[in-house]
């Protein structure tokens, strides 16, 4: 672990978090942004990599290594200011550079069709313009920001695996859909466990014959089955916070929260559910709260 407080690694997120979604969300070509070509192509990346006898490792740079290329093309490389307080990621792009895989062929067309699906459901969040996030645009943004916070904060855990769960940690909501958390009831919790436990088995048994490893990715996330996947699982809990200086807040009103005190209930809610899993991971709860307080100042000034 680094010795930088919680302020301090609250504004390099937020540098960095800055950075990625400039690039991110760049037109292409075809007037799609860019996180949506990211993510198809990164999963389609990793799908292939996997089941052509690439050791895990390998697969996972290879298809990090791809990420930070379309980052580059968008004008977003290591050598930006904003990755300074991160100088173990620096060292581990370096070294993924070398990483290339050999793609024999695409993913097939019922697997590309899941990824597509993915990229395009809407999240509760908002992006800059104040409309709905997509999947695309946040789960390329928790790959670009956990591996370089995990690298630096929990240097034990293995970046490979962090990078491959975090593009891959919301793949069921192709068919389950995103459900906002914030403010749920409880039994809205449940329903959107039954979703998603419906969702994970339609895509074992879709998947498994033809891509098992990355089945057994998914289902090794979904159960947390080691320390990366519950990172990824907490550090994703911060992710909807960096959206949320856009709007001051206003994202969170539209769910409900209508007050500081709302909003700190839920915000304890959410401490709770997370207490399974995120407990080995105090600088990411430390941070969760310093943001917190943040966007409270931001959404309800007059209340300072």
């Known amino acids: 672990m680094s010795e930088t407080p919680t302020h301090t690694r609250v504004r390099e997120q937020m540098n960095l978090s800055n950075a990625v979604y400039e690039a991110i969300d760049t037109p292409t070509a075809s007037g799609e942004h860019a ?18 006898s690439y050791k895990f490792g390998c697969a996972s740079d290879a298809t990090h290594s791809r990420m930070l290329g379309h980052f580059a093309q968008n004008g977003l490389t290591t050598n930006n200011i904003t990755y300074a307080p991160y100088p173990e990621y620096r060292a581990y792009a370096r070294n993924i550079r070398r990483t290339k895989p050999k793609l024999y062929s695409a993913p097939d067309a019922a697997l590309a069709e899941v990824f597509a699906a993915y990229g395009d459901i809407a999240r509760a969040t908002w992006d800059t313009q104040g409309n709905p996030e997509p999947d695309s645009r946040h789960a390329v943004h ?116 209508d007050s500081p005190e709302t909003f700190w209930r839920e915000h ?15 600088r990411i ?19 300072q």
């Open 268 to 282: 304890h809610n959410t401490y709770v559910r997370m207490s399974r899993y995120a407990l080995d991971f105090p």
């Open 35 to 52: 996180h949506k070509v990211i993510l198809r192509d990164c999963l389609g990346t990793l799908a292939v990599a996997l089941e052509n």
């Open 142 to 257: 928790v790959t670009a920001l956990a591996a370089p916070y995990a690298l630096r904060e929990y240097p034990d855990l293995d970046a490979s695996l962090v990078s491959s769960y975090s593009l891959v940690h919301d793949i069921l909501e192709w068919h389950a859909g995103d459900t906002p958390t914030l403010n749920l009831s409880t039994q809205g919790h449940v329903e959107k466990e039954t979703k998603e436990a419906e969702a994970l088995e339609l895509f074992c048994t879709t998947f498994s014959p033809e891509y098992p490893k990355l089945v057994t990715l998914v289902t090794d996330y979904e159960e947390l089955v080691n320390d990366e996947a519950k990172y990824v699982k907490t550090f994703d809990k911060l992710d909807p916070g960096f959206t949320h200086f856009g709007n001051k807040g206003k994202a969170i009103k539209e769910l409900g929260i």
């Open 285 to 303: 709860l430390e941070d969760r709260d310093t943001r917190a307080q943040m966007i409270e100042e931001l959404a309800w000034p007059s209340a």
